[in-house]
């Protein structure tokens, strides 16, 4: 079984990835993600809706696949009545990850924002991206990775991102997202050729952040995994 994190593989969480890995950023302190969406049509309604549950999902996956299981949670939820029923339309989660480094998500979808931002902070600098959905907004608009697979998933430079540290400021050139890539991988693990893209495993572990991003919001409390 295997869960659909699609969003590991956007292109400014693959950038990010790589900046990480490159070790240009030193000892990760804090890691912000911001996606806010001006779609109130598209908000789930309801006790079993809301944005955390839906976008949040693949913002938290995000964070406990580059930095690793949370240790700890806090969260607070934006609450609407506006649809008839009540309904979180926003949220703010900061996790602390085994690892010390700490990282916060958020998002909204009735506040008439359209942002999308990457922040990362560490011991030798930092690095700031503000792109665009890539994939999603090429998918929406109708074209499709098959057609263009060379240039299929990279944001243009203009939303490149920013690394700052001792030794001057350099855009980082954007990495190729690659939402397909997840079938692809899908296939060859059922066929016993490699390993599961996302397994049932590190979905629970999704949902664990969530359950206690909902329970600490309610409680305005900092819970312990």
């Not at 079984?1 to 240009?24: F, K, P, Q």
Request: hydrophobic fraction near 40%; charge should be negative; glycine fraction near 10%.
């Amino acid at each position: 079984m295997n869960v659909y994190h699609n969003r590991r593989r956007d292109a400014d969480i693959l950038t990010l990835a790589n900046v990480l890995a490159s070790g240009e950023l030193g000892e990760t302190w804090r890691v912000h993600s911001t996606m806010d969406q001006d779609n109130a049509d598209s908000l789930e309604l309801g006790a079993s809706g809301g944005l955390l549950r839906d976008l949040g999902s693949h913002l938290v996956d995000q964070m406990l696949w580059l930095l690793g299981p949370a240790s700890h949670v806090h969260a607070t939820l934006d609450w609407t009545d506006r649809f008839g029923e009540r309904t979180d339309c926003g949220f703010v989660v900061t996790m602390t990850h085994a690892s010390g480094t700490v990282s916060t998500v958020s998002a909204s979808k009735l506040n008439h924002s359209t942002t999308r931002e990457l922040r990362a902070y560490g011991s030798r600098g930092s690095y700031v991206a503000s792109g665009a959905d890539v994939q999603a907004d090429a998918l929406m608009s109708g074209r499709r990775p098959i057609e263009e697979p060379a240039t299929w998933g990279i944001d243009s430079a203009e939303n490149w991102g920013m690394l700052s540290t001792r030794d001057g400021r350099e855009a980082i050139a954007s990495a190729q997202g690659n939402y397909a890539g997840f079938y692809t991988e899908f296939a060859r693990a059922v066929r016993g050729d490699g390993p599961e893209p996302v397994p049932a495993t590190e979905g629970i572990r999704t949902l664990e952040v969530l359950d206690a991003a909902r329970r600490s919001a309610l409680e305005n409390a900092v819970v312990a995994l």
